[in-house]
């Protein structure tokens, strides 16, 4: 009896694993992440007044060797060009995963914010101390390298 009224409880769960596994979104490939992190950094920046920073070819360093990944830095010294950049993310699907409160000090507060659909992430830093500014970052997930 007791293996009956447990049994059937255990056997959803396999249930319910599998059918989420079975259903997961594919992690798109590289180049597919880098043209739509392209396109989503487009649309924020015609949206912002904030200029893309040098390309720099150093990889970020936050992938384990043998992995890359994509991304994008932009940047003014406004303070107010971070206007409606959450809204505007949240409108192209991205979720907020980071808690401001978590990561804010008396400088700065930061938003992170990741589309599941795609894997992108963007962080949102607004400086408000001596030098008030805005930086944006965008980033692909980490990939194996070619």
Known sequence: M????HGLPAVLLCVAAMTAC???PELPTIEEAARQLDTDAGTLLTASELHV?????????????GQVRR???AESDLADASTG???RLHA?????VVDDLDLRDED???AVLRNPRTRLTFELTVLSGEKPGVLLVGK???YAAD
């Not at 990889?59 to 384990?64: K, N």
Request: neutral net charge.
């Open 92 to 96: 192209m699907g991205y979720d907020q």
């Open 2 to 5: 007791r293996a009956r009224r």
């Open 140 to 142: 692909t997930t980490c």
């Open 53 to 65: 920073s040098p390309a720099s070819p150093e990889p970020d360093g936050s992938c384990v060797p």
């Open 71 to 73: 991304y994008f830095r």
């Open 108 to 110: 700065q507060a930061v």
């Open 22 to 24: 079975a259903t997961a």
């Open 85 to 87: 950049l959450l809204e």
